[in-house]
């Protein structure tokens, strides 16, 4: 009965279109059994799908899906709030299996208008806190803060100022985890080679000014940081430009490994988007049941890299950072998530240094 009322949809779909409305963005793949399908719909926020970051790769990943399922896909981009709506609407009447959304401006309004309806599940991914998720919904997470603690880890190891810094865009929920896994990694090993590296941050406060983003960068190497992890996708190039310009190196998160290619990049977080996007299709495949679920993707399975460029970091080195990741994939490293997980995973530690208070973060931000 589904796939019958599915066809009737689509069809419906197809005739609303054809009748003069605007028809949705994206691409639908064309299958000879469009019945046996699964049908997975991506809505996104205001940003464009081949944006060289979140919007792209998780298209990509659900795309790829294609190498091994019978699939119909479709992306909806959207200008503004109404667009969003507009788009929810028509794959809730598309009758899509799942309808995955990205974005705080997608996540909030799927979470108003999506239905009751058990035939149909969705999907926030990288989604606020206070998300509500119920029988029909659940959300993907990844574990960046994971990548950041090996960072941490590996920035204390190559200073040689005896000072690192965190750069983040701007203040929310995913940039402290991330920042505080930074910490953490830094904190561990202060606490096993008995160092006191320090540590130093601030905030862009954007995502898209690049001169912004420059011009914080080049505080922290001013300021004495001769390491700093960006938790950009953004403006690499010219964070490398600032990064050479003032002798230091950088330490990067995305979703491809360039490590190679850069003199001044000496590793990278890696964002596996699509791994995240097989592991929820498969469990749906095994009708697993995903509602009010809450799905966390990082080292364990394969959403969360860390690669790094082999010529520039000492063989001892790497050795000792593979060690960490290791034991974060096999959970004898509990990476904290958040100010409150961290001051428990340093107050935890004996011979724990000294580090930052909420009120130290607040005036560094604000430098």
Same mark, same amino acid.
Request: charged share 25%; glycine share 6%.
């Given at each position: 009965?589904? $796939?019958?009322?599915?066809? *009737?949809?689509?069809?419906?779909?197809?005739?609303? @279109?054809?009748?003069g409305?605007?028809?949705?963005s994206?691409?639908?793949?064309?299958?000879?059994?469009?019945?046996?399908?699964?049908?997975?719909?991506?809505?996104?926020?205001?940003?464009?799908?081949?944006?060289?970051?979140?919007? #792209?790769?998780?298209w990509?990943?659900?795309?790829?899906?294609?190498?091994?399922?019978? @699939?119909?896909?479709?992306?909806?981009?959207?200008?503004?709030?109404?667009?969003?709506?507009?788009?929810?609407d028509?794959?809730?009447?598309?009758?899509?299996d *799942?309808i995955?959304?990205?974005?705080?401006?997608?996540?909030q309004?799927? #979470?108003?208008?999506?239905?009751?309806?058990?035939?149909?599940?969705?999907?926030? !991914?990288?989604? &606020?806190?206070?998300?509500?998720?119920?029988?029909?919904?659940?959300?993907? =997470?990844?574990a960046?803060?994971?990548?950041?603690?090996?960072?941490?880890?590996?920035?204390?190891?190559?200073?040689?100022?005896?000072t *690192?810094?965190?750069?983040?865009? %701007? #203040?929310? +929920?995913?940039?402290?985890?991330v920042?505080?896994?930074f910490?953490?990694?830094?904190?561990?090993?202060?606490?096993?080679?008995?160092?006191?590296?320090?540590?130093?941050?601030?905030?862009?406060?954007?995502?898209?000014?690049?001169?912004?983003? $420059?011009?914080?960068?080049e505080?922290?190497?001013?300021?004495?940081?001769?390491? %700093?992890?960006?938790?950009?996708?953004?403006?690499? &190039? &010219?964070?490398?430009e %600032?990064?050479?310009?003032?002798?230091? $190196?950088?330490?990067?998160?995305?979703? %491809?490994?360039?490590?190679?290619?850069?003199?001044?990049?000496?590793? /990278?977080?890696? $964002?596996?988007?699509?791994?995240?996007?097989?592991?929820?299709?498969?469990?749906y495949?095994?009708?697993?049941?995903?509602g009010?679920?809450a799905?966390?993707?990082?080292?364990?399975?394969?959403?969360?890299?860390?690669?790094?460029?082999?010529?520039?970091?000492?063989? &001892?080195?790497?050795?000792? @950072?593979? !060690?960490v990741?290791? /034991?974060?994939?096999?959970g004898?490293?509990? @990476?904290?998530?958040?100010? =409150?997980?961290y001051?428990?995973?340093? =107050?935890?530690?004996?011979?724990? +240094?000294?580090?930052?208070?909420p009120?130290? +973060? /607040?005036?560094?931000?604000?430098?």
């Amino acid at each position: 009965m589904k $796939k019958i009322s599915r066809i *009737i949809a689509l069809l419906c779909a197809m005739v609303f @279109v054809l009748a003069g409305c605007k028809k949705p963005s994206g691409n639908v793949t064309t299958l000879e059994n469009p019945e046996s399908a699964k049908m997975y719909a991506l809505i996104l926020s205001d940003a464009q799908m081949n944006d060289n970051g979140m919007n #792209q790769y998780t298209w990509q990943g659900i795309m790829n899906l294609k190498d091994s399922i019978n @699939v119909q896909t479709k992306y909806y981009e959207a200008k503004d709030l109404s667009e969003i709506e507009s788009n929810i609407d028509s794959a809730i009447l598309s009758k899509y299996d *799942i309808i995955f959304s990205l974005g705080d401006m997608a996540n909030q309004t799927l #979470q108003k208008k999506k239905t009751s309806s058990l035939e149909t599940l969705f999907a926030y !991914i990288n989604t &606020e806190n206070d998300t509500i998720l119920d029988a029909n919904s659940f959300s993907i =997470e990844f574990a960046d803060y994971e990548g950041a603690f090996v960072a941490g880890y590996l920035a204390c190891e190559t200073t040689k100022t005896g000072t *690192i810094s965190f750069l983040g865009d %701007v #203040q929310n +929920t995913s940039c402290d985890n991330v920042k505080y896994g930074f910490y953490a990694g830094a904190h561990y090993y202060n606490v096993v080679n008995k160092k006191d590296i320090k540590l130093t941050n601030k905030l862009a406060e954007t995502k898209t000014d690049v001169a912004k983003i $420059k011009s914080t960068l080049e505080s922290l190497y001013k300021e004495g940081a001769d390491v %700093v992890f960006v938790n950009f996708d953004f403006a690499q &190039e &010219e964070m490398l430009e %600032v990064a050479s310009s003032e002798n230091g $190196k950088l330490i990067g998160t995305g979703y %491809v490994d360039d490590t190679k290619t850069h003199a001044r990049l000496i590793a /990278k977080s890696i $964002k596996h988007i699509g791994e995240g996007i097989k592991n929820i299709s498969d469990l749906y495949i095994k009708n697993e049941n995903l509602g009010g679920k809450a799905y966390v993707y990082g080292m364990k399975e394969g959403c969360i890299s860390f690669n790094y460029d082999k010529g520039q970091i000492p063989l &001892e080195v790497i050795d000792k @950072v593979d !060690i960490v990741k290791q /034991k974060i994939a096999n959970g004898e490293i509990d @990476v904290p998530v958040g100010y =409150e997980e961290y001051q428990n995973y340093i =107050e935890g530690s004996k011979d724990a +240094t000294p580090e930052e208070t909420p009120e130290s +973060t /607040k005036e560094s931000t604000k430098e």
